[in-house]
């Protein structure tokens, strides 16, 4: 059958034929620009999440700092310091409060970022990484509900969440490379006052209490400009111990490393520098400014057989005497850590250098009466005598320097719990519990065995920083909060 010629031609008439593909094309093309909407509301949810979560940890993070109340003022912090808003997610759009996150604390975290966190913990002095979970927030796709509908099912929507997690450390820097063992519990601010007596630990053997070792330093991080660039063996260990301007080590509370051996020879000579005391490794430094004795150096030594230098010539004083030890030491009640009871030896060292009157009879600690001793001869800048008529004068003799610090005699020590993390010779990342301020009351000296272990006599001053907090000034301290994922 002949079709008509109207038929033939519609047929055959392409004519129009562009409207249907770009009918088609601007389905297409429309989608994916609503598709493009959907998602990006979603992602800028998610980057807001990601943002106020980023701020919760770092905010909590700051709070670690190892003091019984830490837990507490981290979640107080992220509480109250951090807010933030949510554009496009279901909800109140303020986020704030506890009501919007929630923080789990770690004593520790995987090398791995894709390692999952497992040691949890609630001791604030073991706490030193925090988690954050911010609750999920659901964002609905407007565009895809579109389509949802027209295609028959239910409007797609997107949870958009976030998570963070950051830390906290102590750096000390400019500090003694130097570690002694402390009981479980101890704390320097409990103990101001009280003498400690540090023995070199050796031979091995795990140290308890009182024993003192080294740390071991990052030799790359010496001062390029300061007093020990450019050494090394000895000579470092010297300056390291010894030497009063910037040395720029730092030791980081979460872990140090300990190194081995007594340095004899070297941790008396360092040392005693301060106490304007010039023998061994440091004969050749007594002109040097940057191996300058504390403006006080009374010690009850002077050089036997005259002269103003001490090398390995000393003498007990004929008229004079340094600081005393606590009582229970002499009366052996105690061994490695005393009372704070001075009281005996205060009045033998008013009777002998000062006549039987006590000029100074508010300095309560040791190191108080050292600072109370300076500033009556007219401050750590004068020579003026501090004793008169005997043989010291309590300001140095034999350099001709004088450091212009009264701190010069204070020590930095990190206080490490040896129980719990024993220690022997060389040991890495051990914890520090808190850095120590240390008043040397009397030179560092030898017990007379062989081989010889070193005393070190000194006052807590205390804390200068870590687990228990502090401010001390004696180095820099550094917290450092950092993210971690």
Not at 275 to 286: L, Q, S, V
Not at 287 to 295: F, I, K, L, Q
């Amino acid at each position: 059958m002949t079709q008509p010629a109207s038929i033939r031609r519609f047929a055959a008439d392409d004519s129009g034929a562009m409207l249907v593909m770009w009918g088609v094309s601007f389905v297409v093309l429309f989608g994916i620009v609503a598709l493009s909407f959907d998602l990006g509301r979603i992602g800028i949810t998610r980057s807001e999440l990601q943002a106020y979560a980023d701020n919760i940890v770092l905010a909590a993070a700051g709070e670690l700092d190892g003091n019984a109340d830490a837990l507490t003022r981290a979640q107080a912090a992220a509480e109250n310091l951090i807010a933030d808003r949510k554009t496009f997610g279901n909800g109140d759009d303020a986020l704030s409060g506890a009501a919007d996150f929630t923080l789990t604390f770690y004593s520790d975290i995987p090398a791995s970022d894709t390692a999952p966190l497992t040691a949890v913990t609630t001791d604030p002095a073991e706490a030193r990484y925090v988690h954050a979970d911010v609750m999920d927030s659901t964002v609905a796709a407007t565009f895809g509900a579109v389509f949802a509908a027209l295609s028959g099912n239910a409007g797609p929507n997107e949870n958009a969440s976030a998570t963070a997690v950051a830390g906290f450390t102590q750096y000390a820097c400019d500090i003694t490379p130097l570690m002694f063992c402390i009981p479980s519990g101890w704390t320097a601010d409990a103990n101001v006052g009280t003498m400690i007596r540090l023995r070199a630990g050796g031979n091995g053997a795990a140290w308890g209490p009182g024993d003192f070792g080294f740390l071991d330093p990052s030799k790359v991080e010496v001062d390029d400009e300061g007093p020990c660039a450019g050494l090394n063996g000895g000579n470092l260990d010297s300056c390291l111990m010894g030497a009063e301007d910037i040395i720029t080590q730092c030791f980081s509370q979460r872990g140090v490393d300990t190194e081995p051996g007594q340095k004899v020879g070297i941790t008396d000579a360092a040392f005693n520098v301060r106490f304007d005391i010039y023998k061994a490794t440091m004969n050749g430094e007594r002109n040097d400014p940057d191996y300058a004795p504390a403006p006080n150096v009374i010690k009850g030594i002077v050089p036997n057989g005259g002269g103003s230098c001490i090398g390995n010539n000393e003498n007990p004083s004929p008229d004079s005497v340094g600081l005393p030890r606590d009582s229970c030491f002499d009366l052996g009640t105690c061994s490695r850590f005393g009372d704070g009871d001075w009281s005996a030896g205060r009045t033998d060292y008013v009777t002998a250098n000062y006549g039987g009157i006590d000029p100074h009879p508010l300095a309560v600690t040791r190191y108080a009466y050292y600072l109370a001793e300076i500033a009556a001869a007219g401050g750590a800048g004068s020579s003026n005598p501090i004793l008169s008529g005997l043989a010291e004068s309590g300001r140095p003799q034999c350099s001709p320097h004088q450091s212009s610090d009264p701190k010069r005699r204070v020590l930095v020590a990190a206080g490490i719990d040896c129980t719990a993390n024993p220690v022997s010779g060389s040991t890495n990342d051990v914890p520090v519990r808190e850095f120590v301020e240390i008043f040397l009351t009397e030179p560092v000296g030898d017990d007379g065995t062989s081989p010889p272990r070193l005393d070190i006599w000194g006052e807590v001053i205390g804390t200068a920083g870590g687990g228990a907090g502090g401010t001390g000034d004696a180095g820099i301290f550094r917290d450092v909060v950092q993210l971690y994922r």
